[in-house]
């Protein structure tokens, strides 16, 4: 059934799921180092417009597997349906990757053809990340969680089908990196879109996923997949979280 949102849009395609099974990723032998087998048997779809969250511990495959899914790896055995959601598809990295010699406002621009008519959203996106002051600034003159704020503002004003993650709030503190989830949770409640958000921290993956897909170390494979249920008030609540939390990962 097509929801409100995607008569209003025109978009079909939003009724279809991503559909994504990585049969074998393997490294090729580097040097001394012996070939790696990464990835195997990774085979799932994700619900357009859910957030799933990709978690597992540090060095399991999980960045191989969302560049897999970004298309800026196609070495691997398997198969990749993005439908027509995969034209409109947006990646924000664990680095900020803002261009040094660019104001905040141009680095957003710069994710827009020029004379496209969301170039006219910005000054409102850059209100809603709290960013309406540093328009005008370079990224060197902001912290690292407003260079965050600038990467989602960056992501979002593309209006994405697709929105991919690789732990994009990473060495923050804990209140900032806090006010950024909350950020990215709003955002997605006022244009949502399909997530893939890569994690290790198991408190952020239950915060934020309607969806939890865990792989399991070595040779990655899926250990789990399950629902979150949360209420969106819920997740703001850290005990409702870590209750969540102790639920899904009491098997792992
Ligand atoms: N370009 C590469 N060449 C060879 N090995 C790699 C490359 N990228 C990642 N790996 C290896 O693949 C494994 C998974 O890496 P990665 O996907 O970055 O893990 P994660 O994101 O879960 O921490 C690691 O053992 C890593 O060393
Ligand atoms: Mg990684």
């Excluded at 417009?49 to 691997?76: E, M, W």
């Excluded at 261009?99 to 996106?125: C, F, K, Q, S």
Aim: glycine share 6%; aromatic share 6%.
């Amino acid at each position: 059934m097509a929801s409100v949102v995607d008569i209003a849009k025109g978009t079909a395609h939003a009724g279809r799921p991503i559909k994504v099974e990585v049969k074998r990723k393997v490294f090729p032998p580097v040097g001394d180092r012996e070939a790696q087998l990464v990835l195997r048997d990774v085979a799932f779809e994700v619900a357009p417009r859910s957030f799933l969250v990709v978690t597992g511990p540090s060095g399991c495959g999980k960045s191989t597997l969302l560049n897999i899914i970004a298309g800026l790896d196609d070495d691997f055995e398997g198969q990749l349906d993005l439908g027509p959601a995969g034209d409109r598809l947006t990646y924000i990295f664990q680095s900020p990757r803002l261009l040094p010699w660019r104001t905040v406002e141009e680095n957003i621009a710069l994710a827009l053809p020029e004379g496209d008519p969301r170039l006219a959203r910005i000054p409102e996106m850059l209100a809603r990340v709290g960013l309406a002051q540093a328009a005008n600034a370079y990224p060197e003159r902001l912290s690292l969680g407003m260079q965050r704020r600038a990467a989602l503002a960056r992501g979002f004003i593309v209006e994405p089908e697709i929105l991919l993650m690789d732990e994009p709030f990473v060495s923050l503190d804990d209140p900032t990196a806090q006010s950024l989830r909350e950020l990215l949770l709003e955002l997605w409640h006022s244009q949502p879109t399909t997530v893939i958000f890569i994690t290790h921290d198991r408190a952020e993956a239950i915060q934020l996923g309607t969806r939890i897909l865990r792989l399991s170390p070595g040779q990655a494979s899926v250990a789990q997949d399950a629902e979150v249920a949360l209420s969106d008030a819920e997740r703001r609540d850290r005990s409702a979280v870590l209750r969540e939390q102790n639920r899904i990962f009491a098997a792992a």
